[in-house]
C-alpha cells in the first residue's frame, strides 16, 4: 500500500517536473481581422413550367435562365492561436461574409394556346432584370500552425486544416406568369395577365471542406502583433434548396406557386478565397 502511494507520488512530481518548462514555452494568441473576400459562387438555374389560366382548356409553357454570381465583398474574422515553442500550435479561425449577388439573365419567353371562338396563341419574350441579392458564408476552422522567423520580430506563419462551411442567401427576380380567361358577354373574351418578379432564397447548407493560408506577422510588441494573410478555403458543390419569400406586390399564396414552378435547387461551390488584415494580443 504504502509501496504504491510512493510511487503514485513520484509519478505526480515527474509529470510536474516535465510540465513546468513547457507551460512556460506555451503562447497564447487572440484576435481579429477585416477581410476581402472573392467567392467562387457562380450559378445558374433554369426555370421551365406550365403558367396556370382559369377560364377555360389551356396549353402553356414559360422558360427563362437565371444566373447567380458572387461579387467581391468584404468579412470578418476572428482567430485564436495556441503555440507551443513559438514554433508550432494549433488555431482556431472563424470567418464571416456577407457577398452581394448579381448575373445577366436570359429573356423571359412565355407561349399560351387557348380557344375563344376558335384556337388562339399568345406568346411574349421579355428582357429580365439582372440579378440581384446577398448571401452570408460562415467558415469554422481547426488548424495546424508552423511559424518560421524571417527576421527581427517578424515571422511566417503556415497554416491549414479543416473547415465546415455553412451559407445561405437570398435573391431575385425570378418570374412567374398566370393568365385568366373572362367571357364578360356573349361575344366577348378578355385575357387577364399576371407577372411576378419573385424572391427566392437558398439553403441553409453546411458542408465539410479544408483551408491553407500564409502569414506575414510583425512583433509591433511582445504582447501586439499585427499580420497580413491570405488564404484559400476549398469545399466541393452543394444543393441549396430553393423556397419562395414574401414580398410587397405579391398577391397569390406562396405554395400554389412554388408548386406550379417546381422550384429545385442551386448549385453552388462555396469556396472562396480571402485576403486578410489582423491585430493580434499575445500571452
Known amino acids: 500500500m504504502k509501496t504504491s502511494r510512493f510511487a503514485g507520488i513520484l509519478t505526480l512530481v515527474a509529470l510536474l517536473a516535465f510540465a513546468g518548462p513547457l507551460a512556460a514555452q506555451v503562447r497564447v494568441e487572440f484576435g481579429f481581422g477585416w477581410s476581402l473576400v472573392a467567392p467562387t459562387f457562380n450559378s445558374s438555374y433554369v426555370s421551365q413550367f406550365s403558367p396556370p389560366m382559369t377560364g377555360g382548356p389551356y396549353e402553356s409553357s414559360a422558360a427563362q435562365t437565371i444566373n447567380v454570381k458572387g461579387k467581391l465583398g468584404y468579412g470578418i474574422t476572428g482567430m485564436f492561436n495556441l503555440l507551443f515553442a513559438e514554433t508550432f500550435g494549433v488555431q482556431l479561425l472563424v470567418d464571416y461574409s456577407r457577398p452581394s449577388l448579381g448575373g445577366a439573365n436570359s429573356d423571359y419567353t412565355v407561349t399560351l394556346d387557348y380557344v375563344t371562338f376558335g384556337p388562339r396563341t399568345y406568346t411574349k419574350t421579355d428582357a429580365w432584370p439582372h440579378t440581384r441579392g446577398n448571401f452570408s458564408e460562415t467558415t469554422y476552422s481547426f488548424n495546424g500552425l508552423v511559424r518560421l522567423p524571417v527576421a527581427q520580430y517578424l515571422t511566417l506563419n503556415l497554416s491549414g486544416g479543416a473547415t465546415s462551411f455553412y451559407l445561405k442567401g437570398k435573391a431575385m427576380p425570378l418570374g412567374y406568369w398566370s393568365f385568366t380567361l373572362e367571357n364578360p358577354e356573349p361575344d366577348t373574351y378578355q385575357l387577364s395577365i399576371k407577372t411576378y418578379q419573385l424572391v427566392y432564397d437558398f439553403g441553409p447548407q453546411q458542408k ?55 422550384l429545385g435547387s442551386l448549385t453552388i461551390n462555396p469556396s472562396f478565397f480571402r485576403a486578410c488584415a489582423s491585430l493580434r494580443f499575445a500571452f
Open 208 to 262: 465539410w471542406g479544408f483551408n491553407v493560408g500564409a502569414e506575414l506577422a510583425f512583433e509591433v510588441t511582445r504582447n501586439i502583433i499585427v499580420g497580413v494573410d491570405a488564404r484559400w478555403y476549398q469545399c466541393g458543390k452543394l444543393e441549396a434548396p430553393m423556397h419562395l419569400v414574401a414580398n410587397e406586390g405579391l398577391t397569390d399564396p406562396l405554395e400554389p406557386i412554388e408548386t406550379t414552378l417546381g
